[in-house]
């Protein structure tokens, strides 16, 4: 009776000791499975996002010269190149930091708003990237979003001020994958697009750059009368900004 | 005769097709702003975002603007004489109920509500063109971008119909 009941219990410890073998071997086959899964990139899955056109900027009564010094990404998205993981996923062909700074030179570029160089620069461009590809929209289409927070700096004031700007672009949804990745471009390049014209066309840049350069001695030389000179000397109005700034 | 008849014929047929042809790009610009929202309604953050962008997609799609502007874009003071600024303010939202919905869905009860206010006005001098009062009401398997878009329908449909009566009056 007692071995009978030995055998028992060793049939029972082989039985556990099986499915925990197979539970352990499932659980080192999913990240293999999850792997696979995982799009890559490929030239078929991989679209090139620029304007169609430059922005033409807004008219500014002393024209100033900008220069972006730094392209920051704050997403804090891990694959900020991959832009839709469904059906093999859709991945940009470089950083959106880097699309970000082409679009904005190139439109700077065309309305010789641009400078060569960061010392011959009127104001300094430090652009955030917030968002850059698709957000969560209705599931009926592809809702595109862009946001950047550019920080307008006068290098020479050393003050600095800062604009918002963001662009949205709704496109149909597809279901052939050809389709997809056509919508998905035209979708985020809408965006771009956008988001470009609220920063060079809004009013928040129109009133850093004015504010910005109310200090200048170039922009004081050109404007008429001597309501620049007698400005110049309320060196109140930089420290002031300043501090806002560090404490954002 | 018989080309006075093909001509009251072609008049028939083209008339009320052209009688009925909506006025295109009489307004220079538009800017949608984003709306505000009375205490209480609890919406995503990204709500207004999807709205805002639905908004000026079925602005554009009017017609009845040349360009639908980005909030706080500059306007060429040539153009701002005819151009509109669309503010609005989500006054109140109610979630709604699945199983009441499930139950007695077909009259509206356990619908996911949502109202606004949409003021229309004249970017030049701020004279108000009209006030739009939405409301939406959706089933609540619906999930809130879905909401947006049928509200960011409404609300183009209807300024469009108050801009019109306004430019015929």
Request: proline fraction near 5%.
């Amino acid at each position: 009776m007692a071995k009978r009941g030995v055998m028992e219990a060793k049939m029972l410890s082989q039985r556990c000791a099986l499915v925990s073998a197979g539970v352990l071997l499932a659980c080192s086959l999913t990240p293999c499975i999850g792997r696979a899964d995982e799009p890559k990139p490929t030239p078929e899955n991989t679209i090139h996002i620029q304007l169609a056109a430059p922005v033409p900027p807004q008219k500014f009564a002393k024209a100033p010269k900008f220069f972006i010094s730094e392209v920051i990404d704050r997403s804090g998205n891990p694959q900020p190149m991959l832009v839709l993981r469904d059906r093999g996923g859709v991945f940009l062909d470089r950083q959106p930091t880097q699309i970000a700074r082409e679009a904005i030179e190139q439109s700077l570029k065309a309305a010789d708003l641009l400078a060569p160089d960061a010392p011959s620069a009127d104001l300094a461009l430090q652009i955030y990237v917030f968002h850059f590809g698709l957000a969560q929209g209705s599931g009926l289409d592809f809702f595109g979003k862009v946001e950047f927070s550019v920080m307008v700096k006068n290098p020479k004031t050393e003050e600095s001020q800062e604009v918002q700007a963001k662009g949205t672009s709704i496109a149909n949804a597809a279901v052939r994958k050809k389709n997809i990745q056509k919508n998905v471009q035209a979708n985020i390049e809408g965006a771009l697009e956008d988001a470009v014209r609220n920063l060079l066309r809004g009013a928040q840049l129109k009133e850093a750059v004015t504010s910005l350069l109310k200090n200048n001695p170039s922009a004081s030389a050109a404007s008429p009368g001597g309501e620049m000179a007698f400005l110049q000397g309320n060196g109140d109005n930089g420290k002031r900004s300043k501090s806002e700034v560090q404490e954002r | 005769m018989r080309s006075l008849v093909i001509v009251l014929l072609a008049a028939l047929v083209f008339a009320p097709g052209l009688a009925a042809k909506d006025p295109e790009n009489v307004y220079k610009t538009v800017e949608a702003k984003h709306f505000t929202r009375v205490e209480g309604v609890e919406l995503s953050p990204a709500f207004t975002d999807y709205l805002y962008a639905e908004l000026r997609s079925e602005l554009a799609k009017t017609k009845l603007f040349v360009q639908v502007i980005s909030e706080g874009e500059a306007v060429e003071d040539a153009d701002a004489a005819n151009s509109v600024v669309i503010e609005g303010a989500i006054t109140e939202y109610k979630k709604g109920n699945r199983a009441t919905d499930a139950i007695l869905g077909g009259y509206g009860v356990g619908a996911r509500s949502l109202k606004l206010d949409v003021n229309l006005t004249r970017r030049s001098d701020k004279q108000d063109l009209g006030v739009v009062k939405v409301h939406v009401k959706v089933s609540p398997r619906w999930n809130e971008e879905v909401m947006a878009k049928v509200a960011a329908h409404q609300i183009a449909h209807e300024v469009k119909k108050g801009l019109k009566e306004k430019t015929k009056g």
